[in-house]
Each structure stands twice: as structure tokens, then as C-alpha cells.
């Protein structure tokens, strides 16, 4: 899919140009957002929610020229799924700016959706909107421009609510685009220069670009951020795509003179009115000058990390960590401490694996290695349902790391291992950390359009994309 962060920063900063120039009307607002609680400490928390509807604000369908420019099939896939929710923290004092990108099929907690207390965190916009279209039609609103602004509104309201709720951090402001509004954008900037460090041919979504620096127009801009299919991390991947076109739009601005010319900034404006809504009371004034600096550089994205996947019925979906999600953005965002740095082992690891799990013990074994320790014996054991850390005379401490690595609760003294050495063993009850997943993963098998894919196995890739210049990704 697509990012909004790209069509903010270029609303934001152009606003006073806009202001300036007698065409600020038109822009459509929401009030979403309502009265939730705002950052205290004058920072600005920004939800940005890229939205994959072939449907333009009253609900039509996209003309088919257009669809066939997105490579968006006929119109009917797609739904109203959030398939790129950003959250970008705005600090007040001018220092660098984080952006998290929210894996879209996270298995989550959501509140006001009838028939669901969990979905993947981007459903909640078209569950909700749904619902609400639904009991609208029972009492008798028919009007489709109605229809269409209050569910939609009902399906923003969702998706603030449960990002809220998951992350446990106030959003601010928010905005949202469509396929079309990303299409827009891109033709409207008279295309993007990206880096690609392999060459790429996607059926599925358009994407056939050879290897290197390369410029592109709307729907070339669309197959290169919508890709899945063919990356080694499949969505994970994609997301790092998104970051990078992000941050290829800003070298852009900062380097075509697009604030001082008139034609593109009109052409800009007009894809704000047409295909961006914005939360209400934004003073994007205010807002216009911090924008400027994030196109200067000054932001660095990530993307949330996950525990792995699992199938729900019938559904392939990612399992999070909310406590460690939290607090990584809550550090990242000034709201709390960062935690002190997990200490390394030094002594050697015998790993057994009494899990039934095939493979599992030298999975551990290689994790460990990797935070200090030096790798023993690696075997099977008999089977267990308590895993468990053993340690030998001088080992106590070392003891403790590995069972904080792992997650794991029984630690203890045991005078049959030998001094300096570890014995852990797993159990049945034993969930892999994401800090010891392999960070290999084979290449996802191709799918039916749309969302058919396999899921791949690895995590985030380490890092963020830096947004001063012009990143070569996968």
C-alpha cells in the first residue's frame, strides 16, 4: 500500500502558501479525534492512515482507467482495510522526529465492533464502518454521500481508538489518503526518485524496475510501495519500501523548488482537496514550519517489531508483544525512561530440546551465541512442559541473563553441570523471543490478488530508514 505521511508533510508546509493565496477551503475535515486527551508537553503525536479503498469520498467507484493505472483489479478488493497506519511524534523543541510503522495484520485488541474484542489492527476502520452503514440503512438513511461521510467517520473513530489503545501513547492530529490520493500525489511532484538494490517483476502489483536509482511516476510509485509478493519479508518489506519512498519525497522537495512554484504547488493543493482528510481544528499554520524540517531530514522511521506469526480462524496474523511495543514507543516518545541495557553472557550453553518442536534447541543455541555466550552441546531431551535454566559454580549470573533472554522463570543452581557452563533446557510451555528469531526467512509463495500471500517468517529488518536522502532498499 501506500504511506500518508508524504501528503502531510507536503499539506503541511504548503499551508501557508495556500493561506497566502486565497485557496485554503476545500480541504476535507473529520472530528475523529473528538475530545481524547492531547500530549501535554507541546509535541505533536500524528496518526497517519493510508487507506486501500478503490471508492472516493462519496462512496463511487474509481474510474476504471484510473484502477487500471493503480493495478487495483476492478474495484472490489481491498475494502476499507488500513493498510499503512504510521504514527509520527512531532517533538516541540525541534529535535529529530520518529515515525513507527504499525505492521497491518498485528493481532490486536479492539473495543465497539460488534462480534470482536481482537482483530488485525487494520480492520478496525472498515468493521466498524460497515456496522455503521448497516444500522444507518435500518433507519432509513438511503442518501449515499451520507452514508458514506458517517461511516467512514465511525471507521476513523475505530481506528484512533484501538491505535490508542495499543500503543497507549495520545494522538494529536491525524490524516488520511486513498490509493487515488497517493497516485495523485506522486504525478502531481512529476514523479519520485527511488533506489532499488535488486531488480524486481511483480505480476501482482505492476512493480518491474531494474536494480539502482531510478525515477517514477504515480503508478510506478504505487507498484514500488504496494509490493509484497517476491520480498523476502513479504508486508515487513513492504513497509520498508514505504519509509523510503517517504524519504525520497523529502529529498525531492528540498531539491526541485517546489514551494516556490506555483503550477505544482496548485497541483499539490488540488490533491489535498480531492483525495486527503484531515483531523479538525489542525492549525496547519502552526504545523507548516515543523513540516519543512522533517522534509530537511530530520526523521528517522521504524517499524514496530512482532513475535511471529499464528493462524486465527482462518487467518494469517502477527503476534505482538503489546507490553514491549508500548514501551518502545513510549521511550522513543519522552513519555518514559529507556530501559537500562540487557547485560551479555560469557558462559558456555548446552541446549536440549524437550519441546517436541523440531529444530528448536539449535534455534536457541545460535540466539544465544549471538548475546555473548559460547555454544555447547546441542540435543533433545526427554519430553517436558517446564523449560528451564541450570547453571554450574560461577555461572549464577550468567544464569540469570539466559533466563531473562528467554523468558524463562526456572533458574537455578545444579552441581552435575560444569563451572562456567549452562544448561537450558525446552520445554513445551517455551515461546521463541523475537530478539532470538532467526533473521533469515524463505521467500513468501505468490498468492491470488489482493491479500493472498504466505506469511513470511522473519521480523522486521534492524534499523529504521533515515529521511535524508534517498535509501536503496529490496
Sequence with gaps: M??????????????????????????????????????????????????DSRKDQDGNQLPKEILDQLHAGDGNEGGYNTNTLILMHVPNDGSKAVAFSIPRDDYVSVSGIKGYSRAKIKEAYGLKKAETESALVKKGVSDRHELETQSREAGRKATIQTVQDFLGVPIDQFAEVNLAGFYDLANALDGVEVCLNNPVHDSFSGADFPAGRQTLNGAQSLAFVRQRHGLDNGDLDRTRRQQAFI????????????????????????????????????????????????????????????????K??????????????????????????APAETPRGHSTVDVYNASGASGLAATVATGLTGKGFQQGEVGNAVATTNSSVAYGPGASGDGDVAGTLLGIQDVRSDSRVPRGHLK????????LPAGLEPTTAPPPQAGAAGEAAAQPTGSPKPGGVDGSGIPCVD
Design 2 to 51: 501506500f504511506s500518508a505521511l508524504a501528503v502531510v508533510i507536503l499539506v503541511g508546509t504548503a499551508i501557508a502558501w495556500v493561506s497566502a493565496n486565497g485557496v485554503l477551503s476545500g480541504l476535507t475535515t473529520s472530528d475523529a479525534l473528538g475530545d481524547a486527551a492531547k500530549s501535554k508537553d507541546g509535541a505533536t503525536n500524528i496518526l497517519l492512515i493510508g487507506l
Design 247 to 310: 524519504a525520497s519525497v523529502s529529498a525531492k522537495l528540498r531539491s526541485s523548488g517546489t514551494f516556490t512554484d506555483i503550477g505544482r504547488m496548485r497541483k499539490l493543493i488540488d490533491t489535498a482537496q480531492q483525495d486527503v482528510v484531515i483531523s479538525k481544528g489542525w492549525d496547519v499554520l502552526a504545523f507548516a514550519q515543523q513540516a519543512q524540517n522533517l522534509t530537511g531530514g530530520n526523521l528517522q522511521f521504524s517499524t514496530l517489531p512482532i513475535e511471529g506469526f499464528q
Design 312 to 337: 486465527i480462524n482462518g487467518q494469517d496474523v502477527n503476534k505482538v508483544d503489546v507490553a514491549k511495543v508500548r514501551k518502545i514507543v513510549q521511550v522513543a516518545f519522552g513519555l518514559k525512561s
Design 424 to 431: 537450558v533446557v525446552i520445554g513445551s510451555d517455551f515461546t
